[in-house]
Structure formats: structure tokens, C-alpha cells
């Protein structure tokens, strides 16, 4: 059903904006599910765009970024609550969308435990759309209820929690410590009678039962709480004072007989074709349970495998999520918008006929570039059959709100005649600049640069964002109301606006939504901001090509703004010089295919780079070398200090900032933090999978061969000409129990 460019035809630079854009996304998405209870999209589509971004990660794993999707759960807590933190993190689930997805699941977690053909049993029980809650019970006393926050912390909301009568005050021969883990929600008939209750009194009504549950739990006021119907099924525990049981299936039999409710449709199965057998007996159930689930969770029951499995970054190894399938809607697509983005992309933006779909009003969707909408792949290829999508087409939308949902296809018998193939601009909307396709890039973009008002305000945007500057009370919405009033054009704007402004400070705090504090709040945070880290500075720039994990990467390397401005604009005629041998290439490609002979590569690009100032390409070679950083960003890099206009805004910007050099990089206290480990000969107490996992999560290194950067060699029965060779080379060898030793686990 995706649309999106297949990703084996992804280059890195459009790996790195694709990374970036659903990086953006989900941020937004999981802020308005978990912080405003108020989802934008479908959680079957935050999931296709969280798979998206993990695949892509795997095809390019040096362009993850910092902030990567996959290293984070939910959303940081909102204020209001006291925060608590959480003695285990609250993780979330790995998710399987199909039959090969769950037979994967098990293969894998066969191969990590180098089980073979062994028995291995797993629990599968409906996944519930609720939002999850932990409750820690100390001697069988309910002491704290947290949210999940964002995996690390949550909030507090143990007053709540106590007015929720399916979770019990006290329980009897309790161990010393049990926290319970499990899911809030409401039922369909409390939830429609909530929200008719809410109608009557004209007060806010709730899109769908899980966000009324969310609202209604993380209520400040308890006997708001206390008012609503919510419910609560126990699945999982936290830290423990002695374990509960020995396999999943017991242990929750366990919470039941202390008073909790678990769920009656939780099955042992024995085998993948059972969970899948189960998983289409509960969707069969769905519709009559009386509350929402999404999905089917499997987990390993024996619980000593799961202490083996661990967890990923934020998901456990010996879990997953079967979700049921996307839901879908059709509509009219009313018209075709193009909207300019920070880099001057020129997005196609699908107006629709606002459309319900599971409680969500999807009114807009992207088209994403001017080969989609012809029905075209980034190839030439076909895609949705060669359809091409018109104004006045019915066409299917994915469920979602206004975090870009996406139309997957179109009706051609719904057409109206009048439907004309859409010509995409070759102007910009904007600033009427041409809008040019270069070779291989799927997007047209506007050639106005700075004079363009819409990339202006999208370069500001940026420039505020959370990972750039992310100065409070600035945020996108004021930056488009100073730039209408002509306050700011360019990022340096912002650390004057207290000289030019402070003294008309009444013409803020006559604005709507200002007041003199406002102002005056929003003055110190810009101040706060000047002094800014370097990586920050750098991402902020909103080079093409540049996200997050470049400009750390940049920073890392050169330590100071001045080193990196020095070689960037050494590395200039290089730059110059790859570009032309770019060119050269494509040329020499077509002339020898024309001739039929064997393109000479090698020597046409060397070509290019004769009579080149041995400076420049030692610039050149310093930009290139660092890991991560490739011709493309070192290209966009010597081409954005070249252009004057944009060299000038720069200078002025870095003029006002105290420019925070980057800090080496911090040492982890495990004894092999920062250490190359290599794996060889049979490992007896655990796969080569789980090291090399274990080894990671200590901050090592593994690497698959032994070279004179080798620390460590960890050598089992049968080792050969890798412990050969670190013998020669001197580097410290250890059997698996000196390993298990050294990391502390013996
Ligand atoms: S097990 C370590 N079981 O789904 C993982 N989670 O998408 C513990 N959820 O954060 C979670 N029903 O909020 C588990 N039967 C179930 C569940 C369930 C709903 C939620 C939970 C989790 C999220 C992950």
C-alpha cells in the first residue's frame, strides 16, 4: 500500500532528507498523542512511517540521526504532573503486519537463542488502545501510579489512579516490591455515554475512547478522575522483589489471583501457526468486545528466554505487536496546492473533502512530488497501475489528521470529465522564480533562495525548531507573524529584535496573546540562546543535506566554527572540481555507450581535478574523510558559503552568537565503553547475536575482524586465525568467562 519512494532506490541525500521529514512527523505525532491527547494521525500510519524510518536506517545505517524515531517512546511528559522515573523504563512493542512478519518474529528470536527446532512457546493476547500505566506496590500497598511518559519518565498521577476500580488498593501476600504494568482505557458504552454527558453540558467532547481515557486519567483535579469510567487490565510487571513466575503465561495468571484483571482472551501457543490461528479469532471478536484493541501481542513465555532476549533501544526482543489493518477512506480531492518548503521543494498538497475515519478528520494530504501525482516511481515506473491523480478525483486517503496523511489511490471510474491532467509548476507560487528538477532529484525546486518570502519563513522555522535553537515562546507560529510584520527576514533579525523593539515593547504587548511578560520572556530566552553549541548552530544553518547527525557529525570533527568555515571555504575548487567530474562522467558514460565501448571513468574524472591547489583538495579530502559526511553534504556545504547573499546572513548571524565549542566525547563508566571487541571460535553461554548485543549496549564496539584498532579479542573453543592474528598484533585476548567476568555478568 506504500507509496512512498521504494527504498532501495533512495540515494543518501534523499535517505537524509527522508530520515529527517519522518523525524519531524513523528515528533509532532507523538506530541499530540501522548502530551495533547489529541492524535493527528492514525496509529497504523504512525506505524507504516516508524517501519519506513527503521528500514531506511538499516539501508544507511551512518545517516541515523541523534533524535532517531526508533531510539525514543512517546513523548516527553506534560507539565502539571510531578514527574516520576520509572526503576524499569516503560518500553514499547516492535510491531508485525503480517503472517511473514510474526514467522520472522520467531525465527529470530530462535536464531538469537540458537534454539534450532526446540520447543517454544508464546502467550498471544489482545493488544489494548489504551495508554499505559505502572503501579508500584510497596508490601502490598499502592504507593505510586505513573504514566508512561517518555519511557523514562512519566507523571505522577497516583490520586487517579486509586478512583480506578479495577486496580486494587492493597493486595494480599504481595511480594515486597511489585509494580504492575498494564493498560488504561475506557469501554465503548462508557465512552459514548461520556461523551454524551459532555455534550449536554456543552464541554469537550472526545474523539475516540482512547483519548477520553487519556483525558480523563491525566486530570489534575482526581474527582474529575473519580467521575469517569476507566478501566484497567494488568499484561506486564516492572521491578519486582522475587519474580512472580517462571513463564509469562503463570505470571499472569499470578496478578489475576491478587485482584487484578487480565485479559480473558489470553492463549499459550505453541507455535507461530497458532498465534496466527489466535490473532484471527480475536479479530473476529473485535467488533463485540466492547473496547478497542489494535492489534495482538505475542510474547515468549518462558521467562528465564526473556532475560536472555533483553530489549533493543526502546523494545523488548522477546515481544511484538500484530497490528490488524490500516483503515482507509474514500473522498473527493477538491484541488492540488503546492506549498514551498525551507530548501524551496515545491510539495503538492491534496485538498479533500474533509473525511471521518476512526474519529479523525483528514481534510488535507500530501502527493509528495510531481511523479507521484502522474502515477510515476522516482524510475519512470509504474505506480498505482500509471493512474495519475486529478482535481475532482475520488480517491482513498490513509486514516489521518493534519501531520501529512497520504492518498494511496484513486478511483478512475468515479472521474468527472472535466478532470484535467494537473500540470505541475515550473514557477515558484510564491516568488514567481523558475522552479527547477535537477537530474535525479524527484523534487522541483524554487531557484529564488532568499528573495523567496516562503523559503524565508520556512529557513526560520527551522532555525527555531527543537533541535536548532528551540527558543521558547519563538516557535512556528510567531516567526510567521513577526516575518508578516516585517520584524524578521533572516535568522540574525531574531537577536536584535530586543534593540529595535525593546522600546516599542507595546506594539508586542498589544498583540493578541502578548502581554509585557510575554515579551519580556521572550527577550531573555533569545538571550539565553546566544550563547548555542556548535552541532546546533550548524543544523540550524538548514543546509541541504545537513540534519541532525551531520551537524554533530561536522561539529565532532572541527570543534570550533571557525576550523569548519576555514575548510569549507578552502575546500571551495574542490568542490568545483567533483562536481565538474560529476558531469565529466555522465558525459563519458553516454559517449561510450553511443560508441559501444567501455567508459573510461577513471581517467575522465582525473581529469576534472588537474592543475587543482593542493590546499583545496587536502580540504576537500579533510570534509569527505569524516564518517557520515559525503560529497553530497560537502557540496551543499561549499555551495551555501559561496553565494554571497547567503555567506552575508550567516556572518551577521555568527556575529551576535557566542559559539559554544564542541565538547569532547563523554567516557561511559563500563569497563569496555568506547572499546573494539571482536567475537571469535564458539561462544558456549550465549549466541553471537546476544554479545555482540550485550557488548553494544556497554558502548563497545564489535567489530567482525581483528585489526591493529582491535582492544579486545574474546575467543572461544575452536578460535583460528583470528586469535592467530591478535597474538601477533599483542592485543588482549579473553575465553567467555573472562569476558562475562570483565563486563560483570559471571
Ligand atoms: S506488553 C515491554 N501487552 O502497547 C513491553 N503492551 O505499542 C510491555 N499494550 O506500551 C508491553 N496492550 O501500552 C503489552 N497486552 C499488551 C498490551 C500492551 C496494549 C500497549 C502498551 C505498550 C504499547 C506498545
Not at 537463542?113 to 489482545?126: F, K, R
Not at 477538491?334 to 473533502?353: F, H, N, Y
Not at 522555522?461 to 516575518?483: C, M, N, P, T, Y
Not at 588537474?610 to 579533510?622: C, G, I, K, R
Request: proline share 4%; aromatic share 6%.
Amino acid at each position: 500500500m506504500t507509496q512512498d519512494t521504494e527504498i532501495s532506490t533512495l540515494s543518501a541525500e534523499q535517505a537524509r532528507d527522508e530520515l529527517e521529514r519522518l523525524a519531524r512527523l513523528l515528533a509532532s505525532a507523538n506530541t499530540a498523542y501522548h502530551t495533547d491527547d489529541a492524535p493527528e494521525i492514525s496509529d497504523a500510519e504512525y506505524d507504516r512511517l516508524k517501519r519506513r524510518n527503521a528500514a531506511i536506517e538499516d539501508a544507511f545505517p551512518n545517516l541515523k540521526r541523534a533524535d532517531s524515531p526508533s531510539d525514543q517512546v512517546g513523548a516527553k511528559p506534560a507539565d502539571g504532573f510531578a514527574k516520576v522515573t520509572h526503576a524499569l523504563r516503560m518500553l514499547s512493542l516492535g510491531n508485525a503486519f503480517d503472517d511473514a512478519d510474526v514467522l520472522a518474529f520467531d525465527a529470530s528470536i530462535r536464531k538469537y537463542l540458537g534454539l534450532g527446532q526446540d520447543a517454544l512457546s508464546y502467550t498471544a493476547e489482545p493488544k489494548i488502545d489504551g495508554l499505559s500505566l505502572s503501579l508500584r506496590y510497596e508490601k502490598g500497598r499502592l504507593v505510586q501510579a505513573a504514566t508512561r511518559g517518555d519511557g523514562a519518565v512519566g507523571e505522577n498521577v497516583t490520586a487517579n489512579a486509586r478512583n480506578i476500580a479495577d486496580i486494587p488498593a492493597s493486595i494480599d501476600d504481595a511480594p515486597e516490591l511489585l509494580e504492575v504494568r498494564g493498560e488504561v482505557y475506557m469501554s465503548h458504552p462508557d465512552f459514548e455515554a461520556l461523551n454524551a454527558r459532555q455534550s449536554e453540558m456543552d464541554a469537550k467532547t472526545f474523539a475516540n475512547p482512547r483519548n477520553a481515557a487519556a483525558g480523563s486519567l491525566r486530570q489534575l483535579d482526581a474527582r474529575i478522575t473519580a467521575a469517569r469510567p476507566l478501566r484497567f487490565f494488568a499484561y506486564a510487571w516492572g521491578a519486582v522483589s522475587e519474580p512472580l513466575a517462571e513463564t509469562q503465561m503463570a505470571a499472569i495468571e499470578c496478578l489475576g489471583t491478587m485482584g487484578f484483571t487480565v485479559n480473558p482472551l489470553t492463549r499459550l501457543c505453541r507455535d507461530p501457526g497458532d498465534m496466527i490461528a489466535h490473532y484471527h479469532e480475536i479479530e473476529m471478536q473485535r467488533a463485540t468486545l466492547g473496547y478497542d484493541i489494535d492489534g495482538v501481542v505475542y510474547k515468549v513465555d518462558d521467562l528465564a528466554f526473556q532475560a536472555r532476549l533483553g530489549f533493543r533501544s526502546t523494545t523488548p526482543r522477546w515481544a511484538i505487536a500484530h497490528k490488524f489493518p490500516a483503515e482507509l477512506a474514500w473522498t473527493r480531492l477538491e484541488a492540488i496546492d503546492i506549498q514551498v518548503g525551507r530548501t524551496g521543494a515545491l510539495s503538492p498538497v491534496a485538498r479533500l473533502t474533509p473525511v471521518t475515519v476512526g474519529g479523525v478528520v483528514v481534510s488535507n494530504a500530501t502527493l509528495h512530488n510531481e511523479d507521484y501525482i502522474a502515477g510515476r516511481d522516482a524510475r519512470g515506473g509504474e505506480i498505482r497501475g500509471g493512474k495519475d491523480i486529478r482535481a475532482g478525483d475520488w480517491v482513498q486517503v490513509y486514516r489521518a489528521g493534519d501531520v501529512i496523511p497520504k492518498v494511496a489511490d484513486v478511483d478512475l471510474s468515479k472521474r468527472p470529465e472535466s478532470a484535467a491532467r494537473y500540470a505541475f509548476p515550473d514557477t515558484c507560487p510564491e516568488c514567481g522564480s523558475a522552479a527547477i528538477r535537477e537530474e535525479g532529484d524527484a523534487v522541483r525546486r524554487c531557484t529564488g533562495g532568499l528573495i523567496c518570502p516562503a523559503q524565508a519563513v520556512e529557513k526560520l522555522k527551522h532555525f527555531v525548531s527543537r533541535a536548532a535553537f528551540d527558543i521558547e515562546g519563538l516557535g512556528a507560529k510567531q516567526v510567521e507573524q513577526f516575518h508578516t510584520d516585517g520584524w524578521i527576514s533572516e535568522p540574525a533579525d531574531i537577536f536584535t529584535l530586543r534593540d529595535r523593539y525593546g522600546e516599542g515593547l507595546q506594539q508586542l504587548k498589544n498583540r493578541e496573546g502578548w502581554g509585557e511578560k510575554s515579551a519580556e520572556n521572550l527577550f531573555e530566552a533569545i538571550e539565553d540562546k546566544r550563547r548555542i553549541p556548535l552541532k546546533r548552530l550548524i543544523f540550524a544553518l538548514g543546509i541541504r543535506h545537513v540534519g541532525e547527525v551531520a551537524a554533530a557529525d561536522l561539529a565532532r570533527h572541527f570543534g570550533t566554527w571557525d576550523a569548519l568555515g576555514q575548510t569549507i571555504d578552502a575546500a571551495a575548487g574542490a568542490a568545483a572540481c567533483h562536481l565538474r567530474a560529476d558531469q565529466a562522467e555522465a558525459e563519458e558514460r553516454r559517449a561510450a555507450e553511443a560508441e559501444g565501448r567501455r567508459a573510461r571513468i577513471k581517467s575522465t574524472r582525473d581529469a576534472a581535478w588537474q592543475d587543482l591547489d593542493p590546499a583545496a583538495h587536502a580540504a576537500w579530502s579533510d570534509l569527505i574523510g569524516i564518517d557520515g559526511i559525503g560529497a553530497t553534504v560537502a557540496v551543499a556545504l561549499v555551495t551555501t558559503f559561496q553565494q554571497e547573499a547567503e555567506r552575508a546572513s550567516i556572518n551577521r548571524l555568527t556575529d551576535r552568537l557566542d559559539i559554544q565549542p564542541e565538547d569532547q566525547p563523554q567516557t561511559a563508566d563500563s569497563a569496555v565503553a568506547g572499546k573494539t571487541v571482536v567475537f571469535t571460535g564458539t561462544l558456549e553461554k550465549m549466541t553471537r547475536a546476544e554479545a555482540k548485543a550485550r557488548a553494544e549496549a556497554l558502548g563497545a564496539k564489535v567489530s567482525g575482524s581483528v585489526s591493529a584498532k582491535t582492544d579486545l579479542l574474546v575467543a572461544g573453543p575452536g578460535a583460528g586465525s583470528k586469535a592467530k592474528k591478535a597474538q601477533e598484533l599483542g592485543i588482549e585476548m579473553l575465553d567467555e568467562d573472562g569476558w562475562l567476568d570483565l563486563i560483570g555478568e559471571a
